[in-house]
């Protein structure tokens, strides 16, 4: 009874022993992950802000591209009724008989 008694103290120590050292292995992975989670989380973060920022500047330059394009479309009338006038003068000139 003593020896066996002795043997099942022994496997309990045993198992203690591999107890701690898994609780230590669990905790040490645990505080790896969470710091690897915490990175990911900061780099999303960043990334999320530089998309925003991007989309934002985008948004500005598609605002001032439009703006330049209503700019050119209203020359581009501008010079089409100037040429038309022109047009207009030229055939009422070449009409009139004391300038030929």
Do not use: I, Y
Not at 7 to 23: A, T, Y
Not at 43 to 64: A, M, P, W, Y
Not at 73 to 91: C, D, G, I, T, V
């Amino acid at each position: 009874l003593q020896n066996q008694h002795d043997d099942v103290k022994k496997q309990l120590l045993d198992l203690q022993l591999q107890h701690n050292s898994l609780k230590l292995e669990h905790r040490k992975s645990l505080e790896s992950q969470s710091l690897k989670f915490s990175q990911l989380q900061q780099q999303r973060d960043s990334e999320v802000t530089n998309l925003q920022d991007t989309v934002f500047k985008l948004r500005e330059e598609s605002k001032l591209l439009r703006k330049a394009h209503q700019e050119v479309h209203s020359q581009l009338l501008n010079a089409q009724a100037q040429m038309e006038e022109f047009r207009q003068l030229k055939e009422a000139l070449q009409k009139m008989p004391g300038l030929r």
